[in-house]
């Protein structure tokens, strides 16, 4: 007979933090995935619970209880984080290896964003990885807005709010308000929230998948081809769309390549056109190692194609880090036409 699991946090108003933790654990551990969710303050309800995360005014991984609000609590993610961490912290760093390992699974059987051909059984090396990746990215910061730890030092003051279109945010603004007329329950829209964190957190897992162990592998194999794109080796075709700089740094590097790549061409499968796109000089720069014609940029269509000859043109951006064509001849040509002289 299986054993139905009850999984509680407090009711009333909800927050980023424990509505993430449970999302975690509702959808990707699988012991608590047929969990019923309890929202109640009543203590001798919560101590007939399996786990609970923040309420109770206690931290016990053994006993299974997750709260960071009592006097004392100075946990962490690792020696080298400073944030305390809130309830969604504190799953995360308990069970983060099998949530990533079950929200990959999940992409790839329900979500199927990345082709199939790519799923890797990670090893528990890359989950832990993983794991950091997305804390540092993503959890760290429900943890620090929960526990109301600002970003700057008090001095200094930001130049625009940040607030409203942030995770937390979202989900705080679901909470019921005295004024108004939502039909909905508290724990209806504490279901909501859920969704809303478990699509952003997937959405995240995705793209560092994507970047970390399927980029790579595209990357390199597009510069293992350079020379049969363009014989100076600066020119480089990425087949399969993905974040393509780091990789690129980290092999040139690698493979102590004579010749920096100065050129990444790829096809734009959203609108269908392809695309040339200049190397920065580093990661977040916008200086760029060799930047588009001078001539084209700010230009588009007929009048980009009159000026540079290249059937098939389409824009050029004014700060000449990002062309588009029609096809992969036209912006393989513009990269050659960018190339420095020798």
């Known amino acids: 007979m299986q054993v139905i699991r009850r999984i ?9 933090d424990e509505v993430t933790g449970m999302m975690m654990l509702k959808n990707f551990v699988t012991e608590f ?36 609000h009592q006097k004392g609590f100075s946990e962490t993610f690792s020696d080298q984080h400073k944030t305390k961490l809130s309830s969604a912290g504190l799953i995360f760093k308990h069970y983060g290896e099998e949530i990533l390992r079950n929200t990959l699974n999940h992409i790839f059987e329900f979500e199927q964003t990345i082709d199939k051909k790519h799923n890797v059984d990670l090893s528990l090396d890359d989950l832990v990885a993983l794991k950091n990746l997305m804390y540092n990215d993503f959890v760290e910061y429900i943890d620090g807005v929960d526990n109301g730890i600002t970003q700057y030092p008090k001095e200094i003051m930001p130049k625009y709010k940040s607030q409203y279109t942030d995770l937390c945010s979202r989900i705080s603004r679901l909470n019921n308000r005295s004024v108004s007329k939502e039909a909905q329950s508290q724990d209806e829209l504490f ?16 793209n560092k998948f994507v ?35 780091e ?24 609108d269908g056109n392809y695309r040339v796109q200049a190397v920065p000089l580093a990661q977040g720069s916008f200086e760029l190692r060799c930047g588009l014609k001078e001539e084209w940029r700010g230009l588009r269509d007929e009048e980009l194609e009159k000026i540079n000859g ?10 000449g880090f990002i062309g588009v064509g029609t096809t992969f001849e036209c912006v393989l040509e513009m990269a050659k036409q960018s190339l420095p002289s020798v």
């Open 8 to 16: 509680g946090t407090h009711s009333g108003t909800f927050h980023a």
């Open 33 to 68: 995935q047929n969990a019923e969710i309890i929202r109640t303050r009543d203590p001798a309800i919560l101590s007939t619970l399996d786990l609970i995360i923040d309420v109770g005014g206690e931290y016990n991984h053994q006993l299974r209880r997750y709260d960071h």
């Open 191 to 206: 279901f909501k929230a859920m969704a809303i964190a478990k699509e952003d957190f997937v959405y995240e897992v995705t």
């Open 211 to 245: 970047d970390k162990y399927i980029g790579v592998s595209i990357v390199k194999e597009a510069f293992s081809k350079r020379k049969n794109i363009h014989e100076s080796g600066k020119i480089i075709y990425i087949e399969s769309s993905c974040s393509w700089k």
């Open 247 to 270: 990789a690129l740094s980290k092999l040139e590097k690698a493979e102590a390549a004579e010749e920096q790549t100065l050129f990444v061409l790829y096809h734009d499968k959203l």
């Open 310 to 319: 290249i059937p098939g043109s389409v824009f050029c951006h004014i700060n």
